[in-house]
């Protein structure tokens, strides 16, 4: 009895993430929306890995133009340019991440 308690909320789970998998596959060939032109294709400093712990220090490297840059958002300028090194300017790695 107490092993099927446990297995139930799994099994809702496995499939709220099925289900929410299907339904944002089809986002992955979208090209890139709203600020991510500054944010992430103009933004040269997503380009260097070697960026990644400045982007703690200084919120104005978050865009290419730090007059853009008004957002302290170390973690996802940093996945960004993780995703850059990966798949350069491909929206299809940076929707992955977002969906996962």
């Known amino acids: ?3 099927g308690v446990l297995f139930y909320p799994w ?3 496995f499939v709220f993430l099925i289900l929410g998998s299907l339904l944002y596959l089809n986002a992955l060939d979208n090209p890139f929306q709203y600020d991510d032109s500054e ?8 380009r260097d890995t070697a ?3 400045s ?3 200084d919120p104005g490297l ?3 133009d730090p007059k853009v840059a008004g ?3 170390p973690l996802v300028i940093s996945s960004y340019a993780i995703n850059y090194a990966f798949g350069g300017l491909s929206p299809v790695g ?5 969906l996962i």
């Open 94 to 98: 940076y929707h992955l991440v977002n």
């Open 39 to 46: 944010v992430v294709v103009e933004n040269r400093n997503i």
């Open 55 to 57: 982007f703690f220090e």
């Open 71 to 73: 957002h302290y958002r």
């Open 11 to 13: 099994i809702t789970l």
């Open 1 to 3: 009895m107490l092993s």
């Open 62 to 64: 978050s865009a290419n």
């Open 51 to 53: 960026n990644i712990l």
